[in-house]
């Protein structure tokens, strides 16, 4: 037993709309689950197109997670810690692929690094083929999933405030020391809930992979875009699919969070 | 052949062609040894743009002609298209037909939910075209992007009729019941098929086309409902 | 390395400057919102002044003119440590990490550096906690390891504010003991509130209030004769300003202050200052008859225990009395008293 | 002239993947403004369907933000204020709307209060009929956005702490007036940031309200519809719509961040 | 409001308890870490403790034992207001409503607590500034608006934490004098690290070390007659402890101290305590020849100044002289003395 400080404890009234909000959001799992044919279930997840679609979405959500985060920490960092005109404007910029339908998104995409795009010319030249591709496809997913790791990073650092980061340059610390000593360290409980967003986020991609990088068995077929094809003529193996890339998330953000339980 | 070792043949078809693309690619493979053929299903103006934009893809079967008509526009077919297929449209309803559906006529009215394509896309275009001809002006509660989208309201029981495919009725099995629908002999779906020019592996596409044209690949869509190419 | 400062803060009404040379310790003394954290705000460069100038051993830190910013060298390329009036210790780190994070970011190696940070723990008692996170530390715990944070960054220049503050009695002596060696062969501002640290710690001080600098001298002398009516009470000591006419300090309400000239003499007219200790006052009920003195009619607005002693605090001075004068007198808050002070023990000089 | 406290700067190299994860979100942005039509962009965006599906997505996505702010604030509160067993997996599986392909959603949503679904008898019993309604669309959205909002303010919850609330206890607040008086104004941002994202997320939804609501212009037809549809036939009027949807989007963020800024 | 608790919080290893009366007002002194803080959490609700109990007037707010927590009222129920070592103003709100936040909580109209929390505000002599938000006040001020706070909530029992930390020396008196006109009426238990708040504020003084109370009894008493010696220390008294053999105390190295036996006689064997004022410590180079006196060789460690004399502490005890003697003595740390006190200057009681 050990001490602990207590919580004020939360008005009761509080608890009806938040079951109300959990029971909204459950109930659907709960409906999916009910479908499952459950007598076929293994042999539906085990397909030969399934577990090579599961086994893309989880390669390249992976690497577009890497992605967001080798791109998207800075341009937190530089939104939230610097000031700059047009900044406002930039920011919600950034956010855009979150409201463009993914579709659109997936188009825009194409129109910049298609055979015919922006820089498609200028890769062909190059021989890059972009479209398409597994890189595609990750391109896709980092498109997506940019500005959930982007605006929960921001308002951490905003939350966390640059008190410690003007201590340690008192201390003689340069900025990529505070960078990485200071800032990184204080904001990791930011940065893993934005890297799990985006990591689920990329887990169900579908509408900008589909139309940018296509959909092929083993190269460009992740799990969202199996279960798409087969809800038209094997319900029951997308409905076992949508379970499974349920399982994979919950692993995956469980396992995220005890890391962030641990640093606390 | 022999000398067909680790290729892989890449063929792009309409999304209503995916259980029978299926067997047919199997086939193909069995034929084949060593050839992995590659589906990739979508709607036939998403596989249109798809290869407009570079796809590697060899083989195209498209479920309309306008579709078609934009490859031969941007001169990517290696021969010319050719008609394997055709398809027409039948009213679907959930098991039990709970609203008494009878015919075409019984869609028309605000007590009925009806669902539709929209007339963007070709069954969309179909159901139109018939509501024109017989005169009986729908009123649906929905009108939807895709074929799934329409089966999926009705299989759940959402909608009380639907207008598809007779492929895509039989496709549904016993989760639908199709209802029969004389004024849809008009209008009639046509899918062709080619193969690319960009393929690089000219022989090979052109195999599978003739696969598909050829006794087998007929006998196949026709077990899924399709009428043959007239 | 000697600093020189002059900086004007519109926005906190602060404008004065002073500087310190090479190995001098100054304190900061005033009262709250004075101005002493603007200060050093500014000299680590955390505050941009409107107008002002920071030059650390020739080295312009910062220069503004004009609205206009020509210096601004960043805090961590000014060689300026600070111990800020809150702690901030790094949550994530451990006491002794916290400490090694100067160490470490002046280039010194892992081991070095928590080397380095254990001695310094050592120095402020905490060295047992070096491994507890700051979040399970006390108030006083914490204060006394980020001391050791600001003592182990090895500055050119150390800035403490207020780093006694929330340490008790038995610490206290020990770490101005720890500060005064270290301060001795480093430049350092150091603010405090407590008259010990000032004499003990500092070479000088200066006595900010209303954000201008009101006297700035050794400590020892501006404690003994102070200027101001805050260095006065912070000394302890009673101040009354006035005019020299006649040989006496004439004050303000017509009441005349007879005392001992120190230093140049005053002409007619000149403000002077006449200062003498509590412990030199006596207090009467009625006005005393006897050899002539200095008389001041009063009301007594505060009686305290001070050590062996009782002081008796008036709307002018204050007197220090005996327990048993005091019980003898019975005064609360309100009496009117007279207070008298034989003129040798009043100190006149020129303000 | 105003005296400000200085940042203690950013190490100059962050400048390099911030500005390539800006270049990255933004040129597909400028692409598809190169491949508007402008000569046919009034017209193209003031057709009657445009209109319909632009005020109906407007009204949905902003019925949606409210009921997400109403049981999304609870939510987080529970989740960042309590301590139960079972509370991770409660957090994953609230993410998940997240995850899952937003057709699945939509499945699920049908599974759930559709006709034929776990609850759609009852309602069906009660009379209410959700499905091709504009309900439906709100319900979509809801579902797809309440993540958004959950996870950004938790994570500011959590970040705040409960120090403050502490003290608010010990002047004699109770629950409900710590809440209002103290949680709320101090996680505000958090707060904004998250009903921006969900707000945002509702505008570009488009896959579960499909599968979901259906589409129909002027009931359930909303502007991510009307570009998916519009993308077949006339893709220069998707390209017009989609970009209508990127500037609504930045007005709205623009706006929100700005009242956000204000209250700092 | 009478008090009573009894807390173990083994994690911090505190184990204490005492009470407090009606209208009384209790002083925590003791070092940091020792636990004052812990207990203030306690009390205030913040903080269950391993096994416990708190009794305000009767009514049991903690009650916990064999790890389970029996009564454990929540802390706005519990009306009593804890100002914290950190003042934690509400950074969104100005300083007045921050003062006005415990008014309203209690039920006061918006207009009614704002004018008694701008009348708190003037009490602490910050009332100029209640528009301000925290983050543009001063330390000191920051602190004077987190005191006032506090007080304006009206509790039942009020816990204050050092509520004189950052204060400046002209606002301290000041604010003892309003803490003592409200502590009057309240019963209060307050923690400090100021000798003068324990004597002003305080009518009995606990003193916690190591987590337990080593002494607890009227203010004056335990600073005139310290049982511990953080007390001692904290009274400015030199306190040494030894067994009563033969008529005076003989200390653990084998010297005896003579001195006045205060109170019930010892024993022989018993263990007692001798205290005695630094004043009357003589200093020497070398050993007096003389009346018989208490002599102690010692070596010195530190040399400071304090008002106007010296303190000369040594490992043992300390020794205040005038300036003059010290100069003629010319001590430094690390010499060795010899000092010696009047046997009548010794106050020897019970342990
Ligand atoms: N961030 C700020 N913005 C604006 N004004 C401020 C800010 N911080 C302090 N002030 C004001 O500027 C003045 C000087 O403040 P400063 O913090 O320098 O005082 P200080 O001398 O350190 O006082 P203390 O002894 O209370 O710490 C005060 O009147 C204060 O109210
Ligand atoms: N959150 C915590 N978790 C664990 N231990 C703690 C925590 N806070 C304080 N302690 C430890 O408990 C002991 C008592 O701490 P407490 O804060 O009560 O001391 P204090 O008497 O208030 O000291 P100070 O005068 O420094 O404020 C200390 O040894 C401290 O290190
Ligand atoms: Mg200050
Ligand atoms: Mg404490």
Redesign the interface.
Known sequence: MTTRARTTGLPGWIFVPATLGAVFVLLPLVAIIARVDWANFVPLITSESSRAALWLSLRTSTVSTVLCVLLGVPMAVVLARTEFRGQGVLRSLVLLPLVLPPVVGGLAL?YTF????LL?ETFSAWGI?I??SAAAVVMAQTFVSMPFLVVSLEGALRTAGERYEVVAATLGAGPTTVFRRVTLPLVLPGLLSGAVLAFARALGEFGAT??FA??????T?TLPSLIY?Q???D?DAAVALALVLVVVAVVVIGFARQGRGSTR | GADDEDTTL?VYAA?SL??TFEQVAAVFEEEHDGVDV??????S??LV??I?????ADVLASADLATMDEITADGLEAGDPVDFATNTLQIVVPPGNPAGITGFADLAGTDV?L?IC?P??PCGAATRKISENTGVTLS??????S???V???V????ADAGLVYVT?VI?AGD?VEGIELPEAADVVNTYPIVALADSGQDDLAQEFVDLVLGASGQEILAGAGFAPAP | MSLEVSARVVERGVDLSFSVGTGETVAILGPNGAGKSTVLSVLAGLLRPDEGRVVLDGRPLTEVGGGRAAVDVPPHRRGIALLAQDPLLFPHLSALDNVAFGPRSGGASRSESREQASGWLERVAVGHLGDRRPSRLSGGQAQRVAVARALAARPDLLLLDEPMAALDVDVRPALRHTLREVLAERTTVVVTHDVLDALLLADRVVVVEDGTVVEDGASADVLARPRSAFAARLAGLNLLAGRWDDGAVRLGAGAVVQGRVVGPAPAPGDSVLAVFRPTAVSIYREPPHGSPRNVLDTTVTHVEPRGDLIRIRSDLISADVTAQAAAELALVPGDRVVLSVKATEVSVYLH
Do not use: C, I, N
């Not at chain 1, 298609?114 to 795009?117: K, Y």
């Not at chain 1, 296509?214 to 190269?219: D, E, H, K, N, P």
């Open positions: 194409l298609g055979r015919r795009g498609g083929e479209a398409f589909v139309t296509g959909s092929l068995q083993g190269t077929q094809q809800r038209v003529t319900p | 890449h999304a995916t259980s590659e589906l990739s299903f979508a709607g103006s998403d743009s798809s407009r934009e570079g796809a590697d939910k669902v929209a963007e896309v649906p509660v929905s009108q939807e992007q074929v799934a989208d089966l999926g309201k299989t759940s029981g959402e895509d496709a989760e």
